[in-house]
């Protein structure tokens, strides 16, 4: 049981616009920046979203994030099929004094 | 640029101690602004957060709930690099571990080792 809810799966035809949501609590993303990871199959999670919004160098602006209260979403419009991948997010749980995930959203480009 | 590699064995028993190392280049394990953070995934939990360790004038180390009492994760100032030991491990500590740069964002990873634990 992940400390961050996200819907396990979604899915869009190239082109679309797709967002995951991801739900915590006051000790999490009500007090803290959230963080969205992309990972592909056998690979390590690489960082595609920080601070709720900020993108790292190299990463398309296709891809958006926002937080609101205790809920934060990724937007990917033009959705690609190298966008197939898993999606977390996490951010710092002050109660935890850790981090804390998301369980995951494996993103499907029909 | 930052790059961290990660090294062990892939098998260990029962009850035994799962130990891995985490070697950094590009960055100083004493640096006075990172957090050198352990996490592991597996199907069953997902990604969970083991503990970190950390220089400010002093070295700390804080551990998750779940597997505080059996984790202990230390730096390597010679070797520029950190390690994670966790005691007495049963089957379901079988995952893929990973170490990650903090804070703020955990990021670089390193390539990430599956430890599996089975007699």
């Known amino acids: 049981q992940s400390v961050l809810t996200q819907p396990p799966s979604a899915s869009g035809t190239p082109g679309q616009r797709v967002t995951i949501s991801c739900s915590g609590s006051?000790?999490?993303?009500?007090?803290?920046?959230v963080n969205w990871y992309q990972q592909f199959p056998g690979t390590a999670p690489k960082v595609l979203m920080y601070?709720?919004?900020e993108r790292p160098s190299g990463v398309p602006d296709r891809f958006s994030g926002s937080r609101s209260g205790t809920s934060a979403s990724l937007a990917i419009s033009g959705l690609q099929s190298e966008d197939e991948a898993d999606y977390y997010c996490a951010a710092w749980d002050a109660r935890l004094n850790g981090w804390a995930f998301g369980g995951g959203t494996k993103l499907t480009v029909l | 640029q930052v790059q961290l590699h990660q090294s062990g064995p892939g098998l260990v028993k029962p009850s035994q101690t799962l130990s891995l190392t985490c070697a950094i280049s590009g960055d100083s394990v004493s640096s006075n602004s990172a957090a050198w953070n352990w996490i592991r995934q597996s199907p069953s939990r997902g990604l969970e957060w083991l503990g970190r360790?950390?220089?400010?004038?002093?070295?700390?180390?804080y551990y998750g709930a779940s597997v505080k009492g059996r984790i202990t994760i230390n730096p390597d100032t010679s070797k520029n690099q950190f390690s994670l030991q966790l005691n007495s491990v049963n089957v379901e500590d079988t995952a893929v571990y990973y170490c990650?740069?903090?804070?703020?964002?955990?990021?670089?990873w390193g390539q990430g080792i599956l430890v599996t634990v089975s007699s």
């Open positions: 990650a740069r903090g804070p703020g964002v955990l990021s670089p």
């Open positions: 006051s000790s999490n993303i009500g007090s803290n920046t």
């Open positions: 360790t950390y220089y400010r004038s002093k070295w700390y180390s």
């Open positions: 601070n709720n919004n």
